[in-house]
């Protein structure tokens, strides 16, 4: 039961355009959302975060959307650089209980230089 | 201040065994969370410590067990290991307790093979 979704297992995009890797949820309960960028042979490392209170968080190139309604959020990374090129992990939590997170498949960005 | 740090990088063990992996929180965090990240897949919360007790499990049996410590860090214990636990296994730790929310931070993990 996959309560978090990745659909697109890949990206490719030039550099210096936008990269909008998406993520669908199914859980109405989740309030909390990260997004986690993935290098080979390393843990995931937090990007990027936004509360159910917000439907948008931006931190330099990188912008976090969320549309609540439609259960869907939107990583968005603008100019991208070949140094982006990773897997990205969403996962989302909820207030109640052990606050762990539920993770998507992943996409794999791969930034053509 | 320190990140979370995860010991063995690699390990190999055969079907029926035990196995213990290691992990220590980043500096100031009192809740240490594990996961399984199988091939291709996402990562899988298997249960979370918080101050030294079990604060949540998910989906996995009970010969998977764990143990938090007082400095915060944790083991995580696998008995009677079976092929299908080949996996990545990543620990996290945040700055939390019951009900609230916070970032958690990831170790590098351990790789665990198993023949």
């Not at chain 1, 309560?3 to 990269?19: A, M, T, Y």
């Not at chain 1, 309030?31 to 968080?57: Q, R, V």
């Amino acid at each position: 039961d996959q309560q978090v979704k990745q659909n697109s297992p890949s990206l490719s995009v030039q550099e210096g355009r936008i990269s909008i890797l998406n993520c669908d949820y199914t859980n109405s309960m989740f309030d909390y959302f990260l997004w986690y960028k993935k290098y080979p042979a390393e843990g995931p490392t937090f990007l990027i975060s936004i509360s159910s209170i917000k439907d948008k968080n931006e931190d330099g190139r990188f912008t976090v959307f969320l549309n609540k309604s439609a259960k869907h959020l939107s990583l968005h990374i603008v100019p991208s650089q070949p140094g982006d090129s990773a897997v990205y992990f969403c996962a989302a939590s909820a207030k109640s209980g052990a606050n762990n997170l539920f993770f998507g498949t992943g996409t794999r960005l791969t930034v053509i230089p | 201040e320190t990140g979370v740090t995860q010991s063995p990088t690699h390990l190999i063990k055969t079907r029926g065994q035990q196995v213990t992996l290691r992990c220590s929180s980043q500096s100031g965090h009192n809740t240490v969370s594990w996961y399984q990240q199988a091939l291709g897949q996402g990562p899988q919360f298997i249960f979370q410590y918080y101050r030294e007790e079990e604060n949540g499990r998910g989906n996995f049996p009970p010969r998977f067990s764990g143990l938090q410590f007082p400095n915060y860090s944790s083991e995580l214990n696998v008995n009677a290991l079976e092929l299908d636990d080949s996996a990545l296994y990543l620990c996290a730790s945040s700055l939390a307790g019951q009900g609230a929310i916070d970032t958690q931070y990831f170790g590098p993990g351990t790789r665990l093979t198993v023949l």
